[in-house]
């Protein structure tokens, strides 16, 4: 038997560091979430979030292969987040306000930050500047940082649970308000 797996899938890919042209290279965990959502092959799927795809992408390259391996799950979870303008903008704000808390835990700023206080990204940038700035917000790498960031993601999945985040729900899909019974 061979060695070298001919087909890359899911359940053989290992969430490796940069952009992959195909699945038998590697994976990011945004790659990998494409594979998931049947998409084409990229980073950028279209049914993601592109706040949580920002940051996924940005964090997933900035940390070791021990923790990348935590974002698996996660690949999972962002297939089919891309939510109402409200909520993306929610997630951007958060990711915002999250790094302003990174940068003031520390005494010297980030130098690719340009603006004084980066409290509305520029539009030309997307959306996925503010999970990008989030996850570049992290100077040092550790298991105190990891635990935060990955809670920063959770928080930011639920932001969306309350619309539709079902299979089938795409940009600009409305979910009917939850009934109690």
């Known amino acids: 038997m061979s060695e070298k797996c001919?087909?890359?899938?899911?359940?053989?890919?290992?969430?490796?560091?940069?952009?992959?042209?195909?699945?038998?290279?590697?994976?990011?965990?945004?790659?990998?979430?494409?594979?998931?959502?049947?998409?084409?092959?990229?980073?950028?799927?279209?049914?993601?979030?592109?706040?949580?795809?920002?940051?996924l992408r940005a964090y997933n390259d900035r940390i070791d292969?021990?923790?990348r391996q935590d974002l698996y799950r996660y690949a999972s979870e962002v297939v089919e987040t891309r939510g109402s303008a409200e909520v993306e903008r929610a997630r951007e704000r958060r990711c915002l306000e999250w790094a302003e808390e990174r940068k003031r835990e520390r005494s010297r700023p980030l130098r690719w930050v340009t603006r004084a206080s980066p409290t509305v990204v520029d539009r030309r940038l997307g959306l996925d500047a503010a999970g990008t700035y989030a996850a570049r917000s992290i100077r040092r790498h550790n298991d105190r940082t990891h635990v935060a960031a990955l809670a920063l993601i959770d928080e930011l999945l639920a932001m969306g649970e309350s619309g539709a985040r079902g299979i089938g729900a795409r940009d600009g899909d409305t979910a009917a308000p939850a009934t109690t019974v």
């Open 65 to 67: 292969d021990r923790r």
């Open 6 to 55: 001919e087909h890359a899938t899911h359940q053989t890919i290992r969430l490796s560091k940069g952009k992959h042209a195909a699945p038998t290279e590697g994976a990011c965990v945004m790659e990998l979430a494409s594979m998931l959502a049947g998409e084409p092959f990229s980073d950028r799927p279209a049914s993601a979030c592109p706040v949580l795809g920002g940051f």
